[in-house]
T-cell receptor, first 112, second 115 residues
Framework: KAGVTQTPRYLIKTRGQQVTLSCSPI?????VSWYQQTPGQGLQFLFE???????NKGNFPGRFSGRQFSNSRSEMNVSTLELGDSALYLC???????????FGSGTRLTVV | AQTVTQSQPEMSVQEAETVTLSCTYD???????LFWYKQPPSRQMILVIR??????QNATENRFSVNFQKAAKSFSLKISDSQLGDTAMYFC????????????FGQGTILTVHP
């Protein structure tokens, strides 16, 4: 069974640009969550999607947005990139609340 | 803010020995789930063990077991027969039953297993 796939693995962007990250969940998993991981702030929840609907959102500015497609694949978009957006972005999927989330390997975003 | 606290930034253990990682959490709900995740240098987060708060029995997965003390809001992870491959950052996490998809993580404990 394929795991959670995130693309790309690495990205370097310039301040002010926008970026789109992609996540393909495990087959059959309809819930997809996104996290930002930094050395200073640790792991922080961005948002969760289920059946194309955002059900939960963390405390991030509106520059961070996401969406989910009918096949459960999800994308995350960050507009007007800032240096502080440099982080490891992790996607995770689950078949239901409480089962635990399976994480992808992440996308390392560097903003210069 | 409801938090998860891991009071041990770093731990070390000799191969084949037992080590316990501590975690306390804060919640006002009765319906929640607790997890331990492992993140090796490869950065892949791996689910180690999970516990449903309404179950009194402590969860066990092979060499990994938890000591869940609900009244004390404590959720420690015991690793028996430690192996070199257990070297990683370990995160304790809580998910409220009403908060879809949101894991609240602790700060992590770096565990090093020495040969």
């Amino acid at each position: 069974k394929a795991g959670v796939t995130q693309t790309p693995r690495y990205l370097i962007k310039t301040r002010g640009q926008q970026v789109t990250l992609s996540c393909s969940p495990i087959s059959g998993h309809r819930s997809v969550s996104w996290y930002q991981q930094t050395p200073g702030q640790g792991l922080q929840f961005l948002f969760e999607y289920f059946s194309e609907t955002q059900r939960n959102k963390g405390n991030f500015p509106g520059r961070f947005s996401g969406r989910q497609f009918s096949n459960s694949r999800s994308e995350m978009n960050v507009s007007t990139l800032e240096l502080g957006d440099s982080a490891l972005y992790l996607c995770a999927s689950s078949r239901g609340q409480g089962y635990g989330y399976t994480f992808g390997s992440g996308t390392r975003l560097t903003v210069v | 803010a409801q938090t998860v606290t891991q009071s041990q930034p770093e731990m070390s253990v000799q191969e084949a020995e037992t080590v316990t990682l501590s975690c306390t959490y804060d919640t006002s709900e009765n319906n929640y789930y607790l997890f331990w995740y492992k993140q090796p240098p490869s950065r892949q987060m791996i689910l180690v063990i999970r516990q449903e708060a309404y179950k009194q029995q402590n969860a066990t997965e092979n060499r990994f077991s938890v000591n869940f003390q609900k009244a004390a809001k404590s959720f420690s992870l015991k690793i028996s027969d430690s192996q070199l491959g257990d070297t990683a950052m370990y995160f304790c996490a809580r998910m409220r039953g009403t908060s879809y998809g949101k894991l609240t993580f602790g700060q992590g404990t770096i565990l090093t297993v020495h040969p």
